[in-house]
Nanobody, 124 residues
Framework: QVQLVESGGGLVQAGGSLRLSCAAS????????MGWFRQAPGKEREYVAA????????HYADSAKGRFTISRDNARSTMYLQMNSLRPEDTAVYYC?????????????????WGQGTQVTVSA
């Protein structure tokens, strides 16, 4: 029902920045809460950030707060994750996610839809 496609990953040095994008399509995608997760090599997938349907409310994991900013442009059906002051430990595949029942569903780690992921690599 909803398709999500991430882009914007790449290789950067520690201290650098990247902006990830997630394009959404499908029925009622503009009314869904959305968010980001990541999975580093050898680790479980972890929650990063969430945003409600309008973009007025956001939530961040402790690892992201103060360095990452989540936003969305509903006219473009696109969500963004601005990542600043990147560290080697931020290296992971970053996944876009969406849920029809609000940001608590994202924060709880139970989104309904997932993207395929985009690789972020931060060199020391």
């Amino acid at each position: 029902q909803v398709q999500l496609v991430e882009s914007g990953g790449g290789l950067v040095q520690a201290g650098g920045s990247l902006r990830l994008s997630c394009a959404a399509s499908g029925r009622s995608s503009g009314t869904y809460a959305m968010g980001w997760f990541r999975q580093a090599p050898g680790k479980e997938r972890e929650y990063v950030a969430a945003i409600n349907w309008s973009g007025a409310n956001t939530h961040y994991a402790d690892s992201a707060k103060g360095r990452f900013t989540i936003s969305r442009d509903n006219a473009r059906s696109t969500m963004y994750l601005q990542m600043n002051s990147l560290r080697p430990e931020d290296t992971a595949v970053y996944y876009c996610a969406a849920a029809p029942f609000g940001t608590p569903t994202i924060v709880a780690g139970r989104p309904t839809y997932w993207g395929q992921g985009t690789q972020v690599t931060v060199s020391a």
